[in-house]
């Protein structure tokens, strides 16, 4: 029986990742399903080639601001519905969550908000999570259902190399934290964390300064989670960090799920 991969891929940027060698590490990595987050373009503005990629069935959400945040979904099957948003009500301006119907497995995209900027960033980050919380607790429950995206949060010590220093940190604050540990208690499985084991790391992001990069003392921020229905078709996960390296400062992120 053949696996399907499905890799979540912060790009920060996708026409610099292009730029950067981002179809050779696909190549390598050899998704079945990519999620996208931090596209940062509109598909018109992509390289021809990338706009409808050979091979791939794609959705797009960009965000209404030129340049910034945006998500999309590349799939190698047919996909046989999509919503953007949180619901068709919920106003996604900024392009943060695509989530789509493919093969039978229910797969979304999310790129969570950083709070890292300012107060008011963090205001919008933490109504984003109460909203989200809603999201995910129409979707414990049958229809095998898995998210993945850049989540902006270090659940925790064991996500972040330097946990003391950030205990006041936007993405590794106390209540954004307890909020990660309620979603596993509702239900959901972070399979990275399930199938690495209570390890160090593996970290997904990399802050620019100092050797951070080059020494691995990074955050794992970027996730793919899977409700009880789905968890029975996990095999394996992967952190892809020579491409994070690479690419993005965001490194991908695969499951490899078996049929169902």
Not at 75 to 81: G, L, M, V
Not at 90 to 106: C, F, H, Q, V, Y
Not at 219 to 225: A, E, S
Request: glycine share 8%.
């Amino acid at each position: 029986m053949t696996t399907t991969r499905v890799t979540t891929w912060n790009v920060n940027g996708l026409r610099a990742a292009i730029r950067k060698g981002f179809q050779r590490h696909l190549d390598v990595i050899k998704p079945d399903v990519l999620l996208l987050q931090e596209v940062r373009a509109r598909p018109e503005q992509l390289p021809v080639e990338f706009q409808n990629p050979d091979g791939w069935h794609v959705i797009w959400n960009p965000a209404e601001k030129p340049g910034y945040s945006g998500t999309a979904i590349w799939s190698r099957h047919p996909i046989q519905t999509h919503q953007l948003g949180l619901s068709p009500s919920t106003p996604d301006s900024e392009g943060r969550l695509i989530e789509a119907k493919i093969n039978g497995l229910r797969i979304a995209s999310v790129y969570l908000p950083s709070g890292s900027s300012s107060p008011e960033r963090q205001a919008v980050k933490n109504e984003w999570l109460d909203q989200f919380i809603m999201w995910s607790s129409d979707r414990t429950e049958q229809t095998p259902t898995i998210f993945g995206g850049d989540i902006n949060i270090a659940h925790t010590e064991k996500d972040i190399f330097y946990a003391k220093a950030n205990q006041q940190t936007s993405g590794f604050l106390p209540h954004e934290r307890d909020w990660f540990g309620g979603l596993l208690k509702s239900g959901w499985h972070d399979l990275v964390r399930e199938h690495h084991g209570e390890v160090q790391g593996p970290y997904s992001w990399w802050s620019n300064r100092g050797k951070a990069r080059e020494l691995d003392r990074g955050w794992r921020i970027d996730y793919l989670l899977c409700n009880k229905a789905a968890r029975p078709l996990f095999e394996s996960a992967t952190i892809h960090r020579e491409a994070g390296l690479e690419v993005s400062d965001h490194a991908p992120v695969s499951i490899d799920i078996r049929p169902h």
